[in-house]
Structures are given as C-alpha cells and as structure tokens.
C-alpha cells in the first residue's frame, strides 16, 4: 500500500496569503511529483524532482515554487495566493528504474477567496 | 513525443450495463507502460493496473477488464455489470522510460463515468 501523505487536505484561504502545501512519502521513492487538476479535469504537471536538490518545473506553468531537502519531504508554496490558484494539488512519488508507476497522495484541495 | 487520447469525455450508463472505455496512445519507443487510475469523488487517484510493452495478454480482475492491443495501440478498460460505485473519472497514462521520463507519466484527459441506479 502506498503511503504518501499530504496536509491539509482542504485549505480556504484569504487573497495574498502565503500557504505551504505538505508532502511526504514514506517509500524512499527519489522521484516526486506536483499535478495541479480543476475537478474531473485533466492533470497538469507543475513540479517533479529526481532527488533531494533536484527541482524541476513541468508541463504547466506555475506560479508556486517547491523544494526537496529531504528525500521524503516535498513542499509546495505559494507565496501570494490568488483566485486563479484554487484547484486541487495532488502529489505523487515513483521509484527509480521501475514501472513508472506513480503513487499518489490524497489531494489537497484549495480555495482562495 | 507520447500522447494519451480518451475520447470519451462522459459516459452515463445504466446500473448493470457492461461499458468500456476507450484509450489510445501514441509512442516512439518500444518499451513503455500502460497505466489505469480511477479517480472517485474524493479526489485521490487509485491505481487499477499497470501493463508493459511486451505484454499483450488480458487481464481480468473480478468485473474489470484490460484489453491491450498493440497493432491499434489501444489499452480499453472494460467494466461488466456496472455498478454506482463504479463512478469516478478514469485516467489512461503512459510511461516511455521504466521508471518514468523526465516528466514521469502521461495522462489522457480522463473519461467521466456516471452509473446511474
């Protein structure tokens, strides 16, 4: 069973906040994964990593940043919240020289009003 | 550069009715993975299946289906005797590189399949 977590699970947040979405996964997976996805959409990739320092932007632009100091560790924040960034953040680990197969966290879903 | 099509981008069937859903991918490579997720209202994306390049046998797992096909590069999922529960939006997804490329998987767009009781 896949264990990769993400906090909060829902978050309502006011215009011009920074906010920091959690998530962690337990598999010692080096590869992780942002997709942002409007409900029942399509998924957009907006930041992967192979390992701790690797950071890289995906298909989608975003305004967020993330970081990966730590192999488990992968947080994505937004520095000023707008509107336009209500959506779900989902985020996802794969291992190395596998499948490809992603293992994805529950979800965050945000709301900036 | 791979490319994942679902055509379908709602189905709405009948309680007991079988429905397939259709996936049709596009790849240079000769090694890659087929993938299904199902997406229920909650929001989490669970995995369904996985299948490689090479394999090319059906596979049953109680009232799901997956028929790959190489020569249509089509990986339909077929659910018999539908059943509410079943709702959810449906992802196909390739990978070209084991373990993924630099941007991991691919996904379709997603088919949204509404069971009616």
């Known amino acids: 069973e896949a264990d990769i977590y993400q906090t909060p699970r829902y978050l309502v947040i006011g215009t011009g906040k920074k906010i920091t979405l959690e998530c962690s996964q337990t598999?010692?997976?080096?590869?992780m994964y942002w997709y942002q996805q409007d409900p029942g959409m399509e998924l957009h990739l907006i930041h992967y990593s192979y390992g701790v320092n690797s950071t890289e932007k995906g298909d989608l632009s975003s305004e967020s940043t993330v970081s990966r100091i730590r192999t488990e560790h992968f947080p994505l924040t937004l520095e000023s919240a707008r509107p336009s960034h209500t959506s779900q953040y989902l985020c996802?680990?794969?291992?190395?020289?596998?499948?490809?197969?992603?293992?994805f966290g529950p979800g965050t879903r945000l709301t900036v009003l | 550069a791979q490319k994942v099509t679902q055509a379908q981008t709602e189905i709405s069937v009948v309680e007991k009715e079988d429905v397939t859903l259709d996936c049709v991918y596009e790849?240079?490579?000769?090694?890659?993975?087929l993938f299904w997720y199902k997406q229920p209202p909650s929001g989490e994306l669970v995995f369904l299946i996985r299948?490689?390049?090479?394999?090319?046998q059906n596979e049953i797992s109680g009232r799901y289906s997956w028929n790959f096909q190489k020569s249509t590069s089509s990986f339909n999922f077929t659910i018999t005797a539908s059943q509410v529960v079943d709702s959810a939006v449906y992802f196909c997804a390739l990978s070209e590189v084991p373990g993924g490329g630099a941007d991991g998987l691919t996904f379709g767009k997603g088919t949204h399949l509404i069971i009616q009781p």
């Open positions: 299948r490689n390049s090479f394999d090319e």
């Open positions: 598999m010692g997976h080096d590869k």
């Open positions: 790849t240079r490579d000769t090694t890659y993975y």
């Open positions: 996802a680990s794969s291992e190395f020289g596998g499948s490809g197969e992603q293992f």
